[in-house]
């Protein structure tokens, strides 16, 4: 059984500790909920999670082995998905898929059809993404997590900029992706329509004189 | 290596799209360089004699327009994060768009360097050591200056900042870019100059790029 676990956590931004002595547990076919509010930390633990931010303490083990000592298997197993749609203005949208799937080493054009209409955007397949909405963007970036499928995926506020069908969506893809076997740690904080654990950044904020901190 | 192909058509592929940065390079060096003749004044033997230096120094400065550009469009718009969690080490993915934007600035600033030095009237025996030279020292130019643009990702000033990084460490590919072709202008081997160049070349591509990527990851945390 995969695990996903994290153990002593603690973050550090500028001069600020932002959490301190987290841990967390996700196995396979689980949903973790990062709960917090503005600045509490949830994207920088996702970012943490994801190996682009170092933590000051603490370690991250994925069945057991640390993530860091093997950055290359860490990489090739997550999918991260920001703030940011990180979806190119000069492509068009199949384009976008289909760089994706390149740089990753693939080249599979069903998986990319069936991504499209999976998020509801396959008549927009032609069309440059400099002509989307921000919410058509959005899917074209949750597209991705489909046509370049990994087992971990991190998601920084998925369901921004999406409407109730693209929410409908967008559960719908994490419900198959844990159905699959695959993990998932979304930060959130309105609904994203998915049951699961909940990590509330509250808790673990850093006190004053904190030795940890 | 497949990985790293497909990145440099990406870049390629963008940069063809979103047009105007690599004609707006060559057009500026074309300006830089019809510049002198009016500041210098048309004495053909005064024009050839600083030729080699004039096409050297706008060269680097037209390196450093378009590098500032290199990774903000990348960072701006989240694409960075996604070419550092790639399963290829970032210093390749940093290579190939060194690569990716050499082939669009400074190869064809290389192949248009005889027809601006027939503007300012040098000597057509300089002209091999001159098209030798850029080749050599103009990726050395990208790769420095691909560092310069990763230490000033996300600062103020950026431009300006990057100018004052990278201009002094262009200083060793001017001189013996220069060097070279004066040697071949005076009827002297300019092998030994050309073999500097190179040997600069190949100690730039594995130390830059390496820098590069650690700069970029400091950048995103």
Redesign the interface.
Known sequence: MTVFAGEGLACLRGERAVFARLSFRVEAGGVLLLRGANGSGKSSLL?CM?????PMAGSLTWDGEAVLRDV??H??R?R?L??????????TVAEDLA??Q????LRDPAAIGDALSRLGIDPLAGLPTRLLSAGQRRRVALARLLAAPAPLWLLDEPTNALDDDGVRRFAGIVRDHCIAGGIAVIAAHGDPGIAGDVLSLADYVPRPMDPAA | MTIFLALVRRDLRLAVRQGGDAALVLIFYLLAVLLFPFGVGPEANILARISTGVLWVTALLAALLSLERLFVAEYEDGSLDHLALLPTPLAIVVLAKIVAHWLLTGLPLTLMAPFFALILGMDRVGYPALILALVLGTPTLGLIGGLGAALTLGARRAGALLALLVLPLYIPVLIFGVAAVDAALAGLPSGPHLAILGALLLAAIPLCPWATAAALRQALE
Do not use: I, P, Y
């Open positions: 970012r994801a190996g682009l931010l170092a290359e298997s990489r090739r997550l991260f920001g703030h940011l749609d990180a979806v190119k203005a000069a492509l760089l994706h390149q740089l990753h080493g």
